[in-house]
C-alpha cells in the first residue's frame, strides 16, 4: 500500500517535474527583474534617502509624507487620471468597434490587409514613431495643420496647448496600442460559434441585437482581460506623453511614471521615487481587485 | 525520452539567459584586442613584458558612431604611453534632449555596483557634485610633477576656464572643451533678405530691427527659433544682464526684471511678433536652421556635428549675442576628464586625463563638434571645418571676457527640471512671462531650502568656493 503511494507520488513529481522546467525561465526572470525590484523597493528604498553617491539612510515615512505634501504630486495624479479616463474607453471600446468591423469583412485580403495594418504599430518602437508623430503634430510645419490650412481652417497647438496635447496623446496612443485590445477582441469574436449567430438569425434576431445578445455575454472573459490589462496600462503611462510632450506644455502631460523617472533617474531622489512607486502600485493593486471583484457579475465562463 | 528533451531545453534556456546578463564587456573599448579584453581592475602585460595598465575611460556620446576615432586617439596615446591602454567607454544619455543627466547617472550607477571607469569626461555642470560627494581625485600633485610635458596643454588654454575645474585650491581636471553660446546665423538667408551680417558688437535693437526686417521680407523663415536648452537661454539673459541665480548662488533670481523682460520677448516672438515658430519636443531648433526654416538660432559649436552630418556648408556664421543691456556676454562652459578617487592606478589615469586635454585628442575627436578647449589645436581645427564660418567670435569671446559661466550649484539636476517646466509654460503661453517665473523662483529657493548639500558649515563653504564668474 504505502509502495503504490509511494510510486503515485514520484509518478506525479515526474510529471510536475516537466511543468516546474518549463515554467524555471518565467519564474526566474519575473523573480530577479519583477519580484525582488518590488519588495526591495517597498520594503526599503521607499522608507530611505538614498542617491546612488551618498549614503543610504532609513526615513521612515518621510518620503510618504513629502509625497502627499507635494503639491505637484496632486497635479501629476489628476493629469494621469485626465489621461485615464480619455485612453481606456479609447482602447476599451475602440478596440472592440474595430475587431467587430474587421471580424465582418468577408473579403480574406482585406481582412488581412486590416488586420496587419492595425497591429503593425504595435511593433514598431514607440520613440521612433513618436518622432514621425512629432512632425504630424507640429504647429508651425506639421503635415495636419497644413491639411487644415488647405480647407482655411486656422492652425492647431496640438502638442502646445494644453487641452489639445491630450486630445493628440489620445490620438497617437490609440494608433499606437489599440492592436493589442483589437487583437484579443478579434481571436475572442472568433471564437463564438457561427452557429449561435446561424441560430439567432433563424429566430429572426437582428444582427446588432445578436451582436449584443450573443456576442458580447460570449466575449466577456475576453473583455474583462482586456479591461484589466488596459487599466494597468493606462495608470502606468509613460511612453506617449514622454516622447510627444516631455510632459509639457508645462507640467499639463506629465504623469505618474513620468514623475517616477524624472525624481529617481533626472534628480537622484531614489526614496521620493520609490514611495511614489508604491503608491503608483497601491493604485494599480485597488483597480484590479475591484476588476476581480466585481466580475462574477458581468463575466460569463460558461460556454456551453 | 520527451520529457528529459523538454527539461534540457528549459535548462538551456534558463542558462541562456543568465549568461546573456552576465556579459560585463565595457560597451566600447581601445582599438587593440589587448585592451578590449582586460577589465579595469586588473593589468596584462605587452609584447615587451612590461606590464600594461588598462585605464577605463568614460565619455559622454550623442549615439554616433565614434570606433574610427576611438581607434586613432588610442593609437596615438600608445605611441606615448605604450605601457598604458585606454579603453573608451561610450555613453549615451537618454535623457530626452539629450543632455549630460543620463550620462551621469550612468556613470553613477557603475560607481554604486563598484563597476566605476578610471576616468570620466564630466561637463562643468557635474564637478561641484562629484568634489562635494568626495569622489574625484584632485590633480595638482601630478600636475606640478609633470610641469614640462603638460606646459604646451596649460599654456594653450584660457586661465578661467581652468578655474570651473578649481574647487577650493583642488584642480579636478584640465577642459578638453570650452563651449560658449553664439548666435548662429543662416547667410544666405540674411543676403536674400539684404541685411548685412552684424558686427561682434551689435545690440538687442540692432536684433530685433533684423527681426523686422527678415518678417518683412517675403521669405518663407522665421527670424529666429527660440532655444529649450538652458545652457543656450542662459547666454540670452546674461546678455540682458540677467541671471538664473544671485550672485553666490544662494537664492533665485530668475524673476529679476531683466529676466522677466528676456522672457517675455520670447513669449511674444512667438504668439504676437510672429518672430518665431512655437518650439516642439520633436524638431528642435538646430533641425529649424539645417532645414532653412529660421534664420538665426543660439547654440555653440557642439552642433556643427549635426551641420556636418547634414552636409549643411558654408552656411552658418556665428556672432555674440545681441547687447541687451548685459553687454556681448555669453555663457560658457567647459568639459575635462576627471579621474575617480577608487581607480588603481591614479598616475596612470592621471595621464590618461590630461593628455585628453592636448592638440591629438583635440585633433582627432574634434574636427567637428564641441570647441576645443586647446586654443592653438582649436584654431586650426575651425579653421578647416566648412560647418561655421567667422568661428574666431568664439574663442574672441574668451580673449574678451565677454563670457560668464553657467550657473550650475550642486542641485543643478533638479533645477534643470524646474528650468524645463518654466520654458514650456513660457513658450506656450499657459501664463505671462512674470507668473512663470515667479513660479520658478519659489521652486527654485524651495530646492535650495530642503537642499541636502547646504546643511553644515562646511558644505556651505565647498559652495563658495565654486568658481563663479
Known amino acids: 500500500m504505502r509502495k503504490t503511494r509511494q510510486r503515485k507520488l514520484r509518478s506525479a513529481w515526474r510529471e510536475n517535474l516537466t511543468g516546474y522546467a518549463f515554467v524555471a525561465p518565467a519564474f526566474l526572470f519575473f523573480t530577479v527583474f519583477v519580484g525582488i525590484p518590488i519588495v526591495v523597493n517597498v520594503a526599503a528604498l521607499s522608507f ?19 509625497v502627499f505634501e507635494d503639491d505637484a504630486t496632486y497635479t501629476i495624479l489628476l493629469n494621469t487620471l485626465k489621461l485615464f479616463a480619455v485612453l481606456v474607453p479609447t482602447h476599451i471600446i475602440g478596440g472592440l468597434v474595430i475587431a467587430s468591423l474587421i471580424n465582418a469583412v468577408r473579403n480574406r485580403f482585406f481582412h488581412t490587409v486590416f488586420r496587419i495594418s492595425l497591429y503593425f504599430p504595435m511593433v514598431v518602437t514607440t520613440a521612433s514613431v513618436a518622432i514621425v508623430w512629432g512632425y504630424l503634430f507640429d504647429t508651425d510645419f506639421g503635415v495636419f495643420n497644413w491639411v487644415l490650412a488647405e480647407f482655411g481652417v486656422e492652425k492647431i497647438r496640438w502638442l502646445g496647448d494644453e487641452h489639445w496635447a491630450l486630445f493628440s496623446i489620445t490620438i497617437f496612443s490609440a494608433w499606437k496600442f489599440i492592436g493589442n485590445a483589437f487583437l484579443y477582441y478579434y481571436i475572442g469574436l472568433r471564437n463564438v460559434p457561427e452557429s449561435y449567430m446561424e441560430a439567432a438569425a433563424i429566430d429572426g434576431a437582428s444582427k446588432l441585437r445578436a451582436f449584443f445578445t450573443i456576442k458580447i ?21 509613460f511612453d506617449e506623453p514622454y516622447f510627444l510632450t516631455n510632459g509639457g506644455p508645462g507640467v499639463s502631460s506629465q ?17 521620493y521615487a520609490s514611495a511614489l512607486g508604491v503608491v503608483l502600485f497601491l493604485l494599480v493593486i485597488a483597480v484590479t481587485v475591484l476588476m476581480f471583484s466585481t466580475q462574477k457579475k458581468w463575466v460569463n465562463y460558461d460556454t456551453e | 525520452m520527451k520529457k528529459i528533451v523538454a527539461a534540457l531545453l528549459s535548462l538551456l534556456m534558463v542558462l541562456t539567459a543568465a549568461s546573456c546578463s552576465g556579459n560585463t564587456q565595457p560597451a566600447s573599448s581601445g582599438g587593440s584586442d589587448e585592451a578590449s579584453t582586460a577589465d579595469g581592475g586588473g593589468s596584462d602585460e605587452d609584447g615587451g613584458g612590461e606590464e600594461v595598465v588598462p585605464i577605463r575611460v568614460a565619455l559622454f556620446t550623442d549615439g554616433n558612431d565614434m570606433s574610427a576615432t576611438q581607434k586613432a586617439v588610442f593609437d596615438a596615446f600608445i605611441e606615448e604611453y605604450p605601457n598604458i591602454h585606454p579603453q573608451f567607454e561610450y555613453i549615451t544619455s537618454d535623457s530626452y534632449g539629450s543632455n549630460w543627466n543620463g550620462y551621469l547617472m550612468k556613470i553613477q550607477t557603475m560607481i554604486a555596483g563598484n563597476d566605476a571607469p578610471d576616468v570620466i569626461a564630466l561637463g562643468l555642470e557635474g564637478v561641484a557634485m562629484m568634489a562635494m560627494n568626495d569622489m574625484a581625485l584632485p590633480l595638482n600633485d601630478f600636475i606640478d610633477s609633470h610641469q614640462e610635458e603638460l606646459a604646451p596643454i596649460l599654456e594653450a588654454q584660457n586661465e578661467d576656464l581652468m578655474k570651473i575645474f578649481e574647487i577650493d585650491g583642488n584642480i579636478y581636471s584640465i577642459p578638453y572643451e570650452a563651449n560658449c553660446v553664439v548666435t548662429h546665423i543662416n547667410k544666405d538667408i540674411f543676403e536674400e533678405a539684404g541685411i548685412e551680417l552684424p558686427d561682434y558688437d551689435w545690440t538687442w535693437e540692432e536684433f530685433v530691427e533684423i527681426c523686422e526686417q527678415i518678417k518683412n521680407s517675403g521669405l518663407d523663415v522665421y527670424p529666429f527659433a527660440c532655444t529649450s536648452n538652458f545652457f543656450a537661454y542662459q547666454a540670452l539673459m546674461y546678455c540682458n544682464g540677467a541671471s538664473p541665480l544671485n550672485e553666490d548662488w544662494t537664492a533665485s533670481a530668475i524673476n529679476s526684471p531683466e529676466s522677466i523682460k528676456v522672457a517675455q520677448f520670447f513669449q511674444d516672438a512667438i504668439f504676437k511678433n510672429d518672430y518665431a515658430p512655437e518650439p516642439s519636443e520633436t524638431i528642435t531648433d538646430t533641425e529649424l536652421m539645417i532645414q532653412e526654416r529660421v534664420a538665426m538660432t543660439w547654440t555653440g559649436r557642439w552642433v556643427s556635428d549635426d551641420y556636418n552630418s547634414s552636409e549643411f556648408y558654408d552656411k552658418v556664421y556665428v556672432n555674440t549675442l545681441p547687447n541687451g543691456g548685459g553687454g556681448n556676454t555669453s555663457c560658457a562652459g567647459d568639459a575635462g576628464f576627471v579621474v575617480l578617487k577608487d581607480t588603481k592606478y591614479p598616475e596612470e589615469a592621471m595621464t590618461v586625463a590630461t593628455w585628453c586635454a592636448g592638440e591629438t585628442y583635440a585633433r582627432t575627436f574634434m574636427s567637428t563638434g564641441s570647441l576645443p578647449a586647446n586654443f592653438t589645436a582649436g584654431a586650426e581645427i575651425c579653421a578647416a571645418d566648412r560647418t561655421i564660418d567667422n568661428w574666431e567670435v568664439m574663442y574672441e569671446i574668451y580673449d574678451n571676457g565677454d563670457w560668464k559661466r553657467s550657473c550650475d550649484p550642486p542641485e543643478y539636476t533638479e533645477l534643470a527640471d524646474i528650468y524645463s517646466d518654466m520654458l514650456s509654460i513660457i513658450y506656450s503661453n499657459q501664463a505671462t512671462a512674470e507668473e512663470a517665473l515667479n513660479d520658478a523662483n519659489d521652486q527654485i529657493n524651495e530646492v535650495f531650502a530642503n537642499s541636502d548639500y547646504r546643511d553644515t558649515p562646511e558644505e556651505l563653504a565647498f559652495i563658495e568656493a565654486i568658481y563663479k564668474r
Open chain 1, 48 to 66: 530611505a534617502d538614498f542617491s546612488l553617491m551618498g549614503d543610504f539612510e532609513w526615513v521612515g515615512l518621510e518620503n510618504f509624507i513629502d
Open chain 1, 217 to 237: 455575454p460570449l466575449l466577456t472573459p475576453t473583455i474583462f482581460f482586456v479591461v484589466t490589462t488596459t487599466l494597468i496600462n493606462c495608470f502606468q503611462v
Open chain 1, 255 to 271: 504623469t505618474l511614471a513620468m514623475q517616477i523617472y524624472r525624481k529617481g533617474f533626472g534628480q537622484y531622489h531614489f526614496g
